[in-house]
């Protein structure tokens, strides 16, 4: 009999059994997901695979601590943000600012297992806000990761432009933002002052 691992708690419970068609399962439906939510962590498309490869292995190498009561897909990225955070935490150069934000970050997670998804959900929903030519270039910048001069040449704009309207949609997402999103903007994507825009 095929199972259906679209159910939670039959794919946790398989997993648990060592089922190595759960974990293929969990990796051809997830891994796409989790390397474009990596990637929006550290624009590196190479780090993103290296963060994501990390959680599938120690996912499989530590299964038999899953627990039923959590959905698989809250615990996948909150393990992608965790192994994020370790890795961001072991860099040199952690500002007093980072250094905050992390804190508050694994604050929360600790607070209620899909804060975090929560919160990024919030995030998402304003970039999904944003207007389409500037919301179009943000993520063309911020989630693709493409430079300013690529993004220039593809949409056949001036780069000014492009400056122009990543700027845009940072002053509105500060303004969006409530305390506790402010933490995931930082992180995703530097959350940086806007300056003065200029047309």
């Not at 059994?17 to 990796?27: I, P, Q, T």
């Not at 590196?44 to 530590?62: G, L, M, Y």
Request: glycine fraction near 2%; aromatic fraction near 12%; proline fraction near 2%.
């Amino acid at each position: 009999m095929r199972i259906d691992f679209n159910d939670n708690t039959l794919l946790i419970q398989n997993l648990k059994n060592g089922d190595e068609k759960a974990y293929e399962y969990l990796v051809d439906n997830y891994h796409h997901r989790l390397c474009v939510y990596a990637n929006s962590l550290v624009n590196d498309h190479d780090h993103a695979e290296d963060i994501v490869q990390n959680v599938f292995i120690r996912t499989w190498e530590r299964r038999h601590n899953l627990k039923s009561n959590f959905t698989i897909k809250s615990f996948l990225y909150k393990s992608v943000h965790n192994e994020f955070i370790d890795q961001y935490r072991k860099k040199k150069s952690v500002t007093a600012l980072e250094k905050k934000y992390i804190e508050e970050l694994e604050r929360f997670t600790e607070k209620d297992e899909v804060f975090f998804e929560r919160l990024l959900n919030l995030v998402q929903r304003e970039i999904q806000n944003l207007p389409p030519k500037c919301r179009k270039i943000f993520l063309m910048s911020k989630q693709e990761g493409f430079t300013n001069v690529e993004i220039a040449e593809q949409l056949n704009v001036s780069i000014k432009t492009i400056e122009y309207h990543i700027t845009k949609a940072f002053a509105i997402l500060r303004q969006k933002a409530n305390k506790d999103m402010e933490p995931v903007l930082f992180l995703l994507f530097g959350f940086r002052r806007p300056s003065k825009l200029k047309a």
